[in-house]
């Protein structure tokens, strides 16, 4: 009987020390990974709008000599427009804009690739009313953006100020 004992004793006393090396090893790959969390929020991440479509919008501005302002992104497919016009004090809705909508468009299955297209202002009957595709824009048709800046300027859409008065 005692050297049944003796066995379970020696036996607990291994797996004891194997569990607390095991807990130190943790311990330590713990400490590891909340480093490498800090050091991951520190990370540089640049956003599309950041990355693409404010450098866009300086170069549209640079090129018609108006100044611009950035809307969005919105809803689920990131709509981000870029208006351009004279006063940036008085609301864009106001006074005449060149405007265009854009959005991102995913080449690669892990999203690491982006293409950029932008809404034609043409409108498909896909989503039906009051849906998530129809709330979310998804019945505007995109194209892909050109390549050139005389290119997508000239996909510009001009519009009047609005003429009734907000309540």
């Known amino acids: 009987m005692l050297d049944l004992l003796d066995k379970f004793n020696s036996l607990s006393r291994r797996e004891r020390e194997q569990r607390e090396s095991l807990e130190r090893k943790i311990l ?12 991951l929020a520190k990370a540089p ?4 709008v950041e990355g ?12 018609v000599g108006l100044p611009w302002q ?5 809803g689920l497919g990131c709509n981000t427009s870029i208006y351009l ?16 909508t854009l959005k991102p468009h995913s080449v690669s299955s892990d999203s690491s690739e982006y293409t950029i297209v932008y809404l034609t202002g043409e409108m498909t009957d896909e989503y039906q009313k009051g849906s998530t595709g129809w ?6 048709v ?10 997508i300027v000239a996909l510009l859409q001009k519009s009047p100020p609005r003429t009734e008065v907000p309540v």
């Open 142 to 151: 995109t194209a892909t953006l050109p390549d050139t800046l005389d290119e």
């Open 52 to 63: 693409f479509v404010k450098p866009l919008a300086e170069a549209l501005s640079e090129k």
């Open 45 to 48: 991440w640049t956003g599309w």
């Open 135 to 140: 709330l979310h824009g998804f019945n505007c």
């Open 70 to 74: 950035i809307s969005g992104p919105f």
């Open 85 to 100: 016009c004279e006063d940036m004090s008085v609301p864009t809705c106001d006074q005449e804009t060149l405007s265009i």
């Open 28 to 39: 330590i790959r713990e400490a590891q990974v909340a480093r490498l969390k800090k050091r």
